[in-house]
């Protein structure tokens, strides 16, 4: 019968139409902005920087060793190195960036500098109600804006968080050990030398 | 089902290998029309500068480039590592196969083994990219038929629920950067998987409901049979790959052909069409959905624990031996290649994508000589093309 496919057709489509008022699963969308869908723990917008601490300046984990500029695919990542050192939060003398911008008008959200930091300084954000007025320095975010306190990673990615924080307490605990260790060997060198200049110290009065 | 234009225009395809004279009638002028690069139904920006007689198709000439990026030869001054997000905007409707192609590309050029877990890992992604991508192509071919919203809607209903899994397990709905060379980027959690078969148990029930919705509706039957006849000497000729060869009845699927990754461990069936034409290729699609979700229920209940990335693998400042190499995979819409040569140093020497979607676009003009304006856009529909893998 010519239109039975058309009727068929029908009938899947007033299936639907009723099956909207019934089943949840066929309403998909959400009532933005005032309904908002549950955060997802993967999602990544931008890159932030974490620091340890309080003071965001002094706890940057960032060590300026610029990997993240030179892998960065689109180029939107400027770092300036320090002239001076500064301790990190191992006690180990560390360049600092001096300037760190990120332009996120140029940013595609790839992730790469987050896979490539050895310091675990660089993480993705989750915020993406980004827009501004300010085309040009709305979207060039420095240090100071990019700076985000671990406190606040912990929140946004838990799992990542756990592993991250895991790995850094072990990095501290070996690395206090080693500078323990080092402390006892100068100590135990000094030692040895002041006992063997006790032995070999020529007596005053001996010498020539 | 044989209609009569079909046999009809089946005879005009003798010589196969030169595309059909068609003449003007003889009574007024040609109109040339820049079909796009604005017009809605071309998928972004693409031109067809047709000519007409009356209604009929005379000339076709595809004029493509509006959204040349300059992929390749970006990719040849960035590592091995920065080229991964870049594969993602190639075919943007399905990243994860990009993603495949690129790494596979890659792994054969540095020689490194991908642990199983990632290997199933990958065939999930890529057959849940592929129900994905024929549901929405499906769905687009039908809304320029003039079904403006219904099965567009109903493909992109499922396709949310996909997309959502993307995001979960890799960060991203559709710029995924998931595949690294030799592994994944992340382990799928437990949660992850059972997510996974929640989706995947919905899926049959969802091809069913449109297969219903479409399969036998006579104005589609109307509108595509018969329309856009592709023979398969032609399209074996031009290189064309994907479900679009399928639909031309020539059995070639790569998945089969080459076994990449672990293809070869699973029971699945090539669909073949035997008219050649636009409605073919539509139902093609259709079945490759089944196929592929047999596929997902066994990877998924077979998937392995273990890691997912090989742990000697570098993922940055690796520098792979002098050589070539030539990774491919069956994606959604046809061969997707990548061809590397290395000169030593980090980052490529040269780098060539063989995107499906450019290479089916090439027998555009044979499929549509002879027929109607308004049949162009459902030809131009079925081979289903993303611009960003044309023009790159």
Same mark, same amino acid.
């Given at each position: 019968m010519l239109g039975e496919g058309i009727l068929k057709g029908l009938a899947e489509t007033a299936k639907n139409f009723a099956g909207s008022f019934f089943s949840a699963e066929r309403l998909t969308t959400v009532q933005y902005p005032e309904d908002r869908i549950a955060p997802i723990e993967a999602a990544r917008v931008f890159p932030i920087l974490i620091y340890d601490g309080l003071d965001w300046e002094a706890g940057l984990r960032c060590v300026a060793c610029q990997i993240c500029e030179k892998e960065c695919p689109p180029k939107c990542i400027f770092i300036e190195k320090s002239k001076d050192k500064k301790p990190d939060a191992l006690g180990k003398q560390q360049f600092y960036p001096a300037e760190f911008d990120i332009d996120i008008s140029v940013c595609m959200s790839c992730q790469i500098c987050v896979e490539v930091c050895p310091f675990e300084a660089i993480k993705m954000d989750t915020v993406y109600e980004l827009s501004t007025e300010d085309r040009f320095q709305g979207l060039l975010l420095d240090r100071r804006q990019l700076a985000r306190p671990n406190r606040y990673f912990q929140q946004i990615h838990p799992t990542d968080a756990g592993v991250v924080d895991a790995r850094l307490a072990a990095d501290k605990v070996k690395s206090d050990a080693k500078a323990k260790a080092a402390v006892d060997a100068t100590a135990a060198k000094a030692a040895a030398a002041a006992a063997l200049q006790s032995v070999t110290a020529p007596k005053p009065g001996e010498g020539n | 089902m044989t209609t009569p234009g079909l046999a009809r225009r089946k005879s005009k395809l003798d010589d196969w290998n030169r595309p059909p004279v068609i003449l003007p009638s003889g009574d007024g002028e040609l109109l040339e029309v820049a079909m796009g690069p604005h017009h809605p139904s071309t998928h972004g920006v693409f031109r067809m500068d047709v000519a007409l007689d009356g209604e009929r198709v005379i000339r076709l000439k595809p004029v493509f480039g509006?959204?040349?990026?300059?992929h390749e030869k970006i990719a040849e001054g960035i590592s091995y590592l920065g080229s991964m997000p870049y594969t993602d905007r190639l075919d943007y409707i399905c990243p994860l196969t990009n993603n495949w192609a690129y790494a596979l590309a890659v792994e054969k050029l540095t020689g490194q083994e991908v642990p199983e877990r990632a290997e199933y890992l990958r065939v999930i992604l890529g057959e849940l990219t592929r129900i994905q991508n024929h549901a929405s192509s499906i769905g687009f071919l039908i809304q320029e038929m003039g079904a403006s919203g219904t099965p567009l809607m109903y493909a992109f209903r499922e396709r949310e629920k996909i997309l959502d899994l993307f995001e979960a397990l890799t960060g991203a709905r559709m710029m995924c950067n998931y595949m690294r060379f030799g592994g994944c980027r992340v382990d799928a959690t437990p949660a992850w998987l059972d997510a996974t078969r929640k989706v995947v148990v919905g899926l049959p029930a969802f091809v069913d409901e449109f297969e219903q919705l479409l399969r036998s509706n006579e104005i589609l039957m109307a509108r595509t049979q018969g329309v856009g006849i592709l023979p398969p000497q032609l399209a074996v000729n031009a290189g064309v790959t994907g479900p679009m060869l399928r639909a031309s009845g020539v059995n070639y699927d790569i998945r089969k052909v !080459?076994?990449? &990754?672990?293809?070869?461990?699973f029971n699945f069936r090539v669909p073949l069409g035997d008219h050649w034409d636009v409605y073919d290729r539509f139902m093609i699609r259709m079945l490759e959905m089944r196929e592929s979700i047999k596929i997902l229920e066994q990877a998924l209940k077979e998937i392995p624990g273990g890691p997912v990335m090989d742990p000697k693998a570098k993922i940055r400042g690796f520098r792979p031996k002098p050589g070539e190499a030539y990774g491919r995979i069956e994606a959604p819409k046809g061969e997707l290649g990548f061809y590397l040569i290395s !000169?030593? &140093?980090?980052?490529?020497y040269r780098y060539r994508v063989r995107p499906p979607s450019l290479i089916n676009l090439t027998v555009l003009e044979d499929m549509c000589l002879g027929s109607d304006i308004a049949d162009v856009v459902l030809i131009f529909g079925s081979v289903d093309i993303v611009l960003g893998e044309v023009d790159r």
């Open positions: - | 509006y959204l040349h990026r300059n !080459d076994s990449y &990754g672990i293809y070869n461990r !000169d030593g &140093g980090t980052n490529p």
